[in-house]
């Protein structure tokens, strides 16, 4: 005898379909949530980056022109050292450079669409 409420999970327990849909709900909704604040993050550290330059616009122009030029070449040296051909071992400084410019491009991928406040 079956009573009302009770399944093959025993009784008042959700059915599959509930259950899965359920689970898809939690999931859908953290990813959601994780994505918001993944772009929350991506987006004040774009603003914070503005607004560093821009302050140090304001207070020492000739030094943030040399930081961003010297940040500049930095990156360039990373994308020199990912060249086709090279052989042998890739020093240190090679490797943080590239390091850098793989992350500062995935940052800006993904923050220069989203942030369409700047």
């Not at 709900?25 to 993050?41: H, K, N, P, Q, R």
């Amino acid at each position: 005898m079956e009573v009302e409420g009770d399944n093959e999970h025993g009784p008042n327990r959700p059915s599959g379909v509930w259950r899965r849909l359920s689970s898809g709900f939690g999931s859908f909704t953290f990813g959601a949530l994780g994505d918001v604040v993944l772009t929350a993050l991506a987006c004040a550290l774009l603003a914070g980056t503005v607004l560093g330059a821009v302050w140090g616009w304001r207070h020492h122009p000739t030094l943030t022109v040399s930081a961003g030029a010297l940040l500049v070449a930095f990156l360039c040296y990373g994308a020199w050292s990912l060249r086709p051909g090279r052989v042998g071992r890739r020093g240190r400084l090679a490797v943080v450079a590239v390091a850098t410019l793989v992350v500062i491009g995935v940052w800006l991928s993904y923050a220069l669409p989203y942030c369409g406040c700047l």
